[in-house]
């Protein structure tokens, strides 16, 4: 079976071992659940159903839903895997419950000062739910990584294309406990 490289899986994280635990938030963990649920128990079986009746129409060769369906069904089936593997290897860390709350760690959500002045909030989450656009940023990104282990008024130093800029923390939430 021939393999499509723009149709694998991302990588794993760089620099992660084989069985590395997949940090997640219970709300990111929640969403690969659903997910997974969502293509297995309803798309999957819509997609069968379409590749079934194009299969029963005859020659397959230039049939389009039946080849459009198969390879469907070779994403889902590759998508599905790949969240099983997530999932099974996942390390639910709720923030809410974090103790030593006067320091940056995972699920914190930080503002930092930028040395133009400017302020950028972030919250620190697993590699599968991050989103730039929401302000959710992996725990493996470059500039979660120099604010982890900092307190209010510490500096850390990104290595950017540009060159290294400092930023410093000036807030950190955690959710309320339970």
Do not use: H
């Not at 080849?67 to 069904?73: F, N």
């Not at 995972?106 to 002045?117: E, L, N, P, Q």
């Amino acid at each position: 079976m021939e393999r499509d490289e723009e149709d694998e899986e991302p990588e794993e994280e760089a620099g992660a071992a084989a069985g590395r635990p997949v940090y997640l938030t219970p709300q990111g963990f929640a969403a690969l659940q659903e997910e997974l649920r969502r293509l297995w128990q309803e798309e999957r079986p819509r997609v069968v159903e379409v590749v079934a009746w194009a299969a029963s129409l005859g020659d397959r060769s230039e049939n389009a839903d039946y080849q459009y369906g198969k390879r469907r069904l070779r994403e889902i089936d590759r998508r599905v895997r790949y969240l099983r593997k997530r999932l099974e290897r996942a390390e639910v860390v709720d923030p809410a419950r974090q103790r030593q709350r006067d320091r940056v760690f995972f699920g914190a959500t930080v503002t930092y000062a930028r040395a133009d002045d400017s302020e950028v909030t972030v919250t620190i989450v697993g590699s599968d739910e991050a989103d730039a656009q929401a302000g959710r940023i992996s725990w493996l990104s470059p500039v979660a990584r120099a604010l982890l282990g900092r307190r209010v008024g510490e500096v850390g130093r990104v290595l950017l294309p540009g060159g290294v800029e400092e930023i410093e923390v000036v807030a950190i939430r955690y959710p309320d406990p339970p």
